[in-house]
């Protein structure tokens, strides 16, 4: 069961393995997506359709459990579906119902573990397998696998490392599981942090913040949805940033703009941007841009 790219490479991996038969994939229905609202398949089931998977896309779990009734599966995997299993389900498979969730649990249980890792300054994260019961992420843990966040990664570039990694740890973990040789452990609930669905408005920059705060934050947001600001009231995306020293002015305002970049106050230290793009133009570096904006020490950014 999957339905966004995180869960892919769990897929291929699990129909590589010869001892693995992959009887059917569940994902969510097609949805409306663009302008004209016109149905898009999920990540998933392009994916199993290209390995001739069969595909099965209920769209309520709870009110389709007999079709899993009769494939009577072994075990169930699920990767990024986007839906709770009801009990009746979790009750299903003979050797229960596996998760592969993107994050080291207890810490970001929910939605978006990959980007608050990454929003929180967080040196490490990982993936872990997980015994599903009918909580948000609060199954036992059966493995876990860590990797550091460099500074290099934003949330794409992470995610597509814990993707492999997550697909990886369960070939591992299953034949374990499965001979009942990994003993699950409870999580502590009293450790627990919530990773909540991120929204497009979190994207807009609060220039009192730290500089690191807005790098972070930058890092977390890449590709969707970015980080922006306003310039003379029209959105601004800021594409590129690192952090560098205080500039010695209010938060939001511009010192140096130069081919170097545009640097910016911040509430602690500042900000330089290298690639930034208006509303409705193109991706532009700093150089260019300022060939067509010039940006006068002083201006007010927000």
């Given at each position: ?197 991120i929204t497009r408005d979190m994207g807009s920059i609060d220039w009192s913040q730290p500089a690191m705060q807005l790098w972070n934050r930058s890092r977390a947001f890449t590709p969707w949805p970015g980080v922006f600001t306003r310039l003379n009231g029209k959105l601004l995306k800021l594409l590129e ?14 010192g140096q703009a130069d081919a170097d970049g545009i640097v910016v106050s911040c509430g602690i230290g500042a900000i330089r941007v290298t690639q930034l793009q208006k509303e409705g133009a193109k991706r532009l570096a700093a150089a260019e841009f300022l060939a067509g904006t010039p940006l006068p020490a ?5």
């Open positions: 069961m999957g339905t966004a790219d995180f869960a892919c490479p769990t897929l291929v991996a699990l129909n590589d393995t010869p001892c693995i038969e992959v009887v059917t994939v569940v994902t969510q229905p097609d949805r409306p997506k663009g302008r004209q609202l016109i149905p898009h398949p999920s990540p998933i089931k392009l994916e199993a359709e290209s390995h001739h998977l069969r595909v099965h896309q209920p769209e309520r779990l709870s009110n389709d459990i007999s079709f899993l009734e009769q494939l009577a599966p072994d075990l169930i995997v699920v990767a990024a579906y986007g839906q709770i299993l009801p009990q009746a389900i979790l009750n299903l498979p003979l050797h229960g119902c596996l998760n592969v969730h993107g994050s080291l649990l207890p810490a970001y249980r929910g939605a978006a573990p990959i980007q608050h890792a990454i929003l929180d300054g967080q040196a490490g994260t990982g993936v872990t397998i997980m015994q599903m019961d009918a909580g948000l992420d609060t199954g036992a843990i059966i493995s876990k696998a860590a990797t550091p966040i460099e500074p290099t990664d934003n949330a794409q570039i992470l995610h597509d490392r814990l993707a492999k990694l997550g697909a990886e740890l369960l070939l591992e973990t299953i034949p374990l599981h499965i001979a009942g040789k990994i003993a699950a452990t409870p999580q502590d609930d009293t450790l627990a942090t919530h990773a909540a669905k940033i690192k952090t560098t020293e205080a500039i010695g002015l209010e938060p939001g305002r511009i002083g201006t007010q950014l927000g």
